[in-house]
T-cell receptor, first 113, second 116 residues
């Protein structure tokens, strides 16, 4: 069965520093991979998605993620973090059928001034 | 109103109460979802409706009863809940729940439920 592991429960970075959030997945077929962000009091918002093609995908708000099949990973990166990026980030794996989507437990990002 | 709205935003109920959560989507979508979000646990898919038909019930206890009267509205009826049911309940919608192409899900802000 498909599953997602986000090894870091909580990460703190300084504003302006680079960021990498880790995601490892288990999926029997070609995975479709997603990163969502949840700001306090808000629902989840899709940051980016990978289906096929270029393994480096660009998303909104300056985020990018790289799919590495050999490592079963889909890590999220941002070169320079802004205070407004403080939120919870969720990685998810699935397919075209949303019934099959599985989410990780999330990584909470704190940004220090 | 735009996007996906949920009411109430916060709910406190006793174990013997009956209450309902409401979700409304203003996006013209045909699929709606209920998720349970507990602290430090993955988001759990509870129910899926596609064109008003329930297509997924992810082994959810019968004390949670969904209702989808039309493609724009989704309810979650609650009765005799347990304290471990306390969580954030998220509603989402998408054009369809599956098919030949990807259907992005749009989420509401959630209802924070506390069961005493």
């Amino acid at each position: 069965a498909q599953s997602v592991t986000q090894p870091d429960i909580h990460i703190t970075v300084s504003e302006g520093a680079s960021l990498e959030l880790r995601c490892n997945y288990s999926y029997g077929a070609t995975p479709y991979l997603f990163w969502y962000v949840q700001s306090p009091g808000q629902g989840l918002q899709l940051l980016l998605k990978y289906f096929s093609g270029d393994t480096l995908v660009q998303g909104i708000k300056g985020f990018e993620a790289e799919f590495k099949r050999s490592q079963s990973s889909f890590n999220l990166r941002k070169p320079s973090v802004h205070w407004s990026d403080a939120a919870e980030y969720f990685c998810a794996v699935g397919g075209y059928n949303n019934n099959d989507m599985r989410f990780g437990a999330g990584t909470r990002l704190t940004v220090k001034p | 109103e735009t996007g996906v709205t949920q009411t109430p935003r916060h709910l406190v109920m006793g174990m013997t109460n009956k209450k309902s959560l409401k979700c409304e989507q203003h996006l013209g979508h045909n699929a709606m979802y209920w998720y349970k979000q507990s602290a430090k646990k993955p988001l759990e898919l509870m129910f899926v409706y596609n064109f008003k038909e329930q297509t997924e019930n992810n082994s959810v206890p019968s004390r949670f009863s969904p209702e989808c009267p039309n493609s724009s509205h989704l309810f979650l009826h609650l009765h005799t809940l347990q304290p471990e049911d306390s969580a954030l309940y998220l509603c989402a919608s998408s054009q369809e729940s599956g098919g030949a192409y990807y259907n992005e899900q749009f989420f509401g802000p959630g209802t924070r439920l506390t069961v005493l």
